[in-house]
């Protein structure tokens, strides 16, 4: 069974700042690795997804993930953070093709709030 | 890509009664899912809603609490059975297409149990 840390739950950041959001998995097998952000009152929207090739990901609005797999995590990154970033932000797991289910496993979400 | 629309957005439910929430994907899809997302938590996956055939639950969700339809490949259906405060959550549907490991999300259905 795969399983997904999110190691914060709450990250408090200002305007133009840096932020990194951990996330850490565990599974048995090949994995792929996905960041979504859920805004107020909206669905899942998804971030960035790690299948397989380079191991730093990038994604919609200038964020960025690496994967590492001797580390078994994926942590998101964004060099300078906005107002219209806070939200709720969550990793998610799937095994890959032949080794499992398309089941996605999510983590507990971090939510990020960032201070003018 | 795939578009989602939920109905309702928010349900006001009186303890014992039943919610069944609609689920419309723009285009054909292969596989439909539903999942909880309880107040402060993750998301848990309910269900596997496969087109024509039984939807497959995941451990601690049955039928006949959670039954779900989905009569074609763009539609699908849950229903929140003789419900109860515990049940007060975002339900939230999504889809996958053929080809893509990305799955799309609906706007969810805000359920409160009273």
């Known amino acids: 069974a795969q399983s997904v840390t999110q190691l914060d739950s709450q990250v408090p950041v200002f305007e133009e700042a840096p932020v990194e959001l951990r996330c850490n998995y565990s599974s048995s097998v090949s994995v792929y690795l996905f960041w979504y952000v859920q805004y107020p009152n909206q669905g899942l929207q998804l971030l960035l997804k790690?299948?397989?090739?380079?191991?730093l990901v990038k994604g919609i609005n200038g964020f960025e993930a690496e994967f590492n797999k001797s580390q078994t995590s994926f942590h998101l990154r964004k060099p300078s953070v906005h107002i219209s970033d806070t939200a709720e932000y969550f990793c998610?797991?799937?095994?890959?093709?032949?080794?499992?289910?398309?089941?996605?496993?999510f983590g507990k979400g971090t939510k990020l709030s960032v201070i003018p | 890509s795939a578009v989602i629309s939920q109905k309702p957005s928010r349900d006001i439910c009186q303890r014992g009664t039943s919610l069944t929430i609609q689920c419309q994907v723009d285009s054909q899809v292969t596989m439909m899912f539903w999942y909880r997302q309880q107040p402060g938590q993750s998301l848990t996956l309910i269900a596997t809603a496969n087109q024509g055939s039984e939807a497959t639950y995941e451990s601690g969700f049955v039928i006949d609490k959670f039954p779900i339809s989905r009569p074609n490949l763009t539609f699908s259906t849950l229903t929140v059975s003789n419900m109860s405060p515990e049940d007060s959550s975002i339900y939230l549907c999504?889809?996958?297409?053929?080809?893509?490991?990305?799955?799309?999300f609906g706007p969810g259905t805000r359920l409160t149990v009273t």
């Open positions: 999504s889809a996958r297409t053929s080809g893509s490991w990305e799955q799309y």
């Open positions: 790690y299948l397989s090739g380079s191991t």
């Open positions: 998610a797991v799937s095994e890959s093709p032949g080794a499992g289910s398309y089941q996605l496993t």
